[in-house]
């Protein structure tokens, strides 16, 4: 077996077929669809962005000369920093639109603008966007490769390699792992990412919620649902809270945050119940003592919090390298 | 004007199979029916042996889309009251219903409440007067069962039959989808399938107090049809139809979010569909329709939660329907029922069937004729259908409304 250099515990000496056959899709629009091995690739080529990220100097020129527009149609913070920060370490123009300034607050169609940032000849699109779907809507009318930066209640791909990347470097190989992901799974892009893309490496995921935010049919989804957090916990190796939004809070779906907090808070009492080196995560930002509390969420031992943002970074340079390659006529990739 | 159509196989009203058969019309209306006419005094027509049939009774279509309707068989619509502006009023009503004619007659449908608000009722007396037939609650929803059954029974006093859309709103509002996996997949907001059995079961109920006739347009769910087979047992006065779409697509069509598969009801599970083929074929289903409602890029090329509901369905509503004589589920004659007879009987008018005294609506029908559904060729307004490149058989070869060909 040979040694990675980058010292992944699971992608070490793992073969990937050769050139683009390692990851033939234009677009990531989502985990649904991929191969174990496909997000294993992206996995694997994210080491080598953690460890330049870790340098002094951080950067590398290989998306030099290349335009990429991040595309924010819904508010966010931390994802786009990610992006902004990905594109320009590795050397690309990057440039941000936000919804609140742009045109969509005239009326224009979701379509007309995609058509527009097509016609300023991007390299790459980042987009993020409150409504199922609409990634897809945009990418089937450009000529470059979209990255899905969260749409609606569907899917957050990065999210998921992120958490991935995250958990395999902890725990090694994810396959066999027992994965509780706990809170409002209906609404959540990264729940319905994280279970496509754990179930697909092999692990065990389970889901909890109060019923009332479990979406239809999700033993289809090969996880199983609880409503009860003790026994989502038993045995866990990875606990993974989502952030519960303000607006599902006040009687409409749970009475009140110090309710969901009794039942579903994470608490270092109710971490016991998981295995004694369970690993927890969050995709940020938290509600302190609401879904989880602060000194588990604080515990440099137990938390992978701000390791989770630290991967980000490094996962959205992957990713940018890998669908840009094509265009950049990397060898192999035609 | 006095014609005579010669050598077709005629679906004649009240026989089992198609019959050998001529057919005379004096002006607008079928005169003598049988093998022995003599065809003196009358143009003659020759159908060459194609299958003659009743004009098609679309009940409930959501625009008047002459080129689509002509291309399906269809010589009469119902225009639903979710117009803009919405049909509240006589004078719409009057207007509407001399829209298309003389080669097309569209029957409007008056709103039950003003503006379809659910709060109170339009002028349904005055409505009726100016031609309305039938009385609908649109795609909406009445939540207050209280004015539910004040229209009710003023509708029954009326002899207005008041077509209902099920769906308990309190379930379905912001629902892009039926609950299931696919919805869960593509993280959809969606509700119940028992939002229909709810609606249901409520307006039944307000049936069985006030008397009214009910249509209930589209009843997609195994638990809605078991409650109106259940109510029909009973004797109620209660119809329900269907559309070609819940009984050959199930949710599945909307994956990677296709807004032309985005209906209302939405499309169910397989195993509601299964049932809806069932009801079919036991007679618990009255009437097939096609729901038309072209919606063109600006309503459907949108993220799936933002885009408009419908399909266009006027011109495939034959050609899906013989489906379901050729897996056996009903013969010809129940198809030409459900598509032209008990329409027509619901909305009250002469015509949908093959009998002396009817309007000369008649249709020849190629039974065999093979063909492409393509969304970019469609004679629609547009082409929003959710069976685009699905080969299909059966194409209406002549059309006569009230006699006249067109």
């Known amino acids: 077996m040979t040694i990675d250099q980058t010292g992944s515990p699971s992608t070490a000496g793992h073969q990937f077929p050769a050139g683009s056959d390692a990851f033939p899709h234009r677009h990531l629009l989502g985990i649904a669809g991929l191969q174990p091995w496909e997000i294993l690739f992206l996995l694997k080529e994210a080491e080598q962005w953690v460890n330049l990220n870790r340098q002094s100097s951080k950067h590398t020129n290989r998306l030099d000369g290349l335009t990429v527009i991040n595309a924010f149609f819904e508010n966010s913070t931390r994802t786009l920093l990610s992006f902004e920060i990905a594109g320009k370490r590795m050397g690309a123009d990057v440039v941000n639109m936000h919804a609140a300034q742009s045109s969509v607050k005239k009326g224009e169609t979701l379509i007309d603008t995609a058509v527009t940032l097509n016609a300023m000849r991007a390299d790459a699109i980042v987009i993020r966007h409150a409504s199922s779907g609409a990634v897809q809507l945009i990418a089937d009318k450009v000529d470059c490769p979209v990255l899905n930066a969260g749409d609606g209640s569907h899917e957050h791909p990065t999210q998921a390699l992120l958490d991935a990347l995250t958990i395999q470097r902890r725990k090694g190989d994810i396959s066999g792992l027992t994965i509780t992901i706990c809170g409002d799974v209906m609404h959540s892009r990264v729940a319905r990412s994280n279970i496509y893309c754990l179930t697909t490496l092999g692990a065990q995921v389970r889901v909890c919620a109060p019923t009332s935010l479990l979406p239809a049919a999700l033993d289809r989804m090969n996880v199983e649902a609880f409503s009860h957090f003790d026994e989502a916990l038993d045995g866990a190796d990875v606990v993974m809270m989502l952030r519960l939004q303000n607006e599902r809070m006040n009687g409409d779906f749970i009475p009140s945050p110090r309710e969901f907090h009794h039942l579903y808070g994470l608490t270092r009492d109710r971490l016991k119940l998981a295995k004694s080196d369970a690993l927890v995560m969050h995709p940020g930002p938290m509600n302190r003592g609401v879904e989880i509390s602060s000194d588990v969420a604080d515990d440099p031992d137990r938390s992978a919090i701000t390791e989770q943002v630290e991967m980000g970074v490094a996962v959205r340079m992957a990713c940018l390298d890998v669908l840009t390659r094509r265009l950049r006529g990397v060898e192999g990739w035609s | ?406």
């Open chain 2, 1 to 406: 004007m006095k014609q005579i159509f010669t050598n077709a196989q005629v679906l004649v009203s009240g026989k089992d199979i198609p019959q050998a058969s001529n057919i005379t019309v004096d002006g607008d209306r079928i005169s003598q029916i049988g093998a022995e006419i003599s065809d003196n005094g009358y143009t003659q027509i020759d159908c060459n042996g194609a299958l003659m049939a009743p004009g098609i009774v679309d009940l409930g279509v959501f625009a008047i889309d002459k080129p689509a309707f002509h291309f399906g068989g269809i010589t009469r619509a119902a225009l639903m009251p979710d117009q803009s502006p919405v049909l509240d009023l006589p004078a719409m009503i009057k207007h509407n219903a001399s829209e298309g004619k003389p080669d097309l007659w569209s029957h409007p449908i008056a709103a039950a409440t003003k503006g379809l608000a659910g709060a109170e009722l339009a002028e349904i007396g005055l409505m009726k007067q100016a031609g309305a037939r039938a009385v609908s609650t649109g795609r909406s929803w009445i939540a207050d069962s209280g004015i539910m059954l004040k229209l009710l029974h003023y509708c029954r006093s009326l002899d207005m039959p008041v077509i209902v859309h099920s769906e308990d709103r309190g379930l379905t509002a912001g629902a892009a989808a039926t609950s299931g996996e696919t919805a869960t997949r593509l993280g959809l907001s969606s509700a119940p399938a028992s939002a229909e059995a709810l609606s249901i079961a409520r307006d039944i109920a307000l049936v069985r107090e006030s008397g009214a006739k009910v249509h209930f347009r589209q009843v997609t769910t195994a638990q809605g049809l078991d409650l109106i087979r259940q109510a029909k047992a009973d004797g109620l006065p209660v119809t329900c139809g269907i559309t070609p779409a819940h009984l050959f697509l199930s949710d599945i069509a909307i994956s990677d979010f296709r807004t032309f598969a985005k209906l209302s009801p939405p499309l169910r599970s397989e195993e509601d569909r299964m049932a809806c083929l069932e009801a079919v074929k036991d007679g618990t289903i009255d009437v097939i329709s096609s729901g038309h409602d072209p919606r063109g890029p600006e309503d459907k090329r949108l993220p799936f939660a933002e885009a408009e509901f419908g399909m266009a369905g006027a011109e495939t509503l034959l050609a899906l329907s013989l489906n379901l004589v050729r897996d056996g589920y009903i013969d010809l004659c129940r198809l030409f029922e459900l598509l032209s007879t008990s329409p027509a009987r619901i909305l009250g008018v002469q015509a949908g069937q093959i009998a002396k005294g009817f309007e000369a609506d008649l249709i020849l029908v190629d039974l065999d004729a093979p063909w492409q559904i393509d969304t970019r060729k469609m004679a629609a307004a547009a082409g929003n259908t959710p069976f685009d490149k699905l080969p299909v058989q059966g194409r209406v070869r002549a059309i006569y409304k009230g006699g006249k060909a067109l």
